[in-house]
Structure formats: C-alpha cells, structure tokens
C-alpha cells in the first residue's frame, strides 16, 4: 500500500485547508486510517483516526475543529482543518494499517504499518 498526502499549504490564522490521502493497493475499505504532524524539533503527535467502519476519533487540541472522514470508493481520506493556528504549523502525515486499532492504540504511531510523505502546512499569524 502506497500513500500520498496533499494539500498542504500557507494559510492565515483561522483560515481552513483540507489535506488529501489516497491510497494504493487493495481493499482500502478495510483499512484504518489516521493523521499525524511533526513541527520542527517535536515529535509526531496525533490529530485524527477513522476506523474501517466510519468511527472517529481526534486529538483534545483539534475537536470541534478538524474533521476527518473517508471515501472508500475514491480510495482516499481527508483532514477539514478550520479555524487554524500558528501553532499547528507542521508536516501532516497520513498513516494506515490494514485492520482496526483498540482505542488505546490508534494514537501511537508506531501501530500504522504504511505512511505518506507528509504535506506541509503553514498557518501564518
């Protein structure tokens, strides 16, 4: 399975963006899917999962601002971004594995087994 993140790019503070994944391979549909971001001198922290099945979950930080969701027949997972800060400046990745993660695994990145190339976003001030 191949990855490709994309929609990165400069925007205000408080303005929106939506980053794209698609993915190669097969059976997409069975795939559990998350996204990650890597600021400079920090490391990978958690932004949002979604389970094969439709379920969310999503960084404290992010909630009520970020949504992610999936479109198995175009292969592809997305990340809405609103109401951006400069502190969420980063590269975004996205990661998959092809089977469903427990809740207290969906965070660590060290449970995705596939990873795109990371997209990078910048929120000005």
């Known amino acids: 399975v191949q990855l490709q993140a994309s929609g990165g790019g400069l925007v205000q503070a408080g303005g929106s963006l939506r980053l794209s994944c698609a993915a190669s391979g097969r059976a997409f549909g069975r795939y559990a899917m998350g996204w990650f971001r890597q600021a400079p001198g920090k490391e990978r922290e958690f932004v949002a999962h979604i389970r094969s099945g439709g379920s969310t979950y999503y960084a404290d930080s992010v909630k009520g601002r970020f949504t992610i969701s999936r479109d198995n027949a175009k292969y592809t997972v997305y990340l809405q971004m609103n109401s951006l800060k400069p502190e969420e400046t980063a590269v975004y990745y996205c990661?998959?594995?092809?089977?469903?993660?427990?809740?207290?695994?969906?965070?660590?990145?060290?449970?995705?087994?596939?990873w795109g190339q990371g997209t990078l976003v910048t929120v000005s001030s």
């Open positions: 990661a998959g594995r092809n089977s469903d993660l427990i809740q207290s695994t969906l965070r660590d990145p060290t449970w995705y087994d596939y």
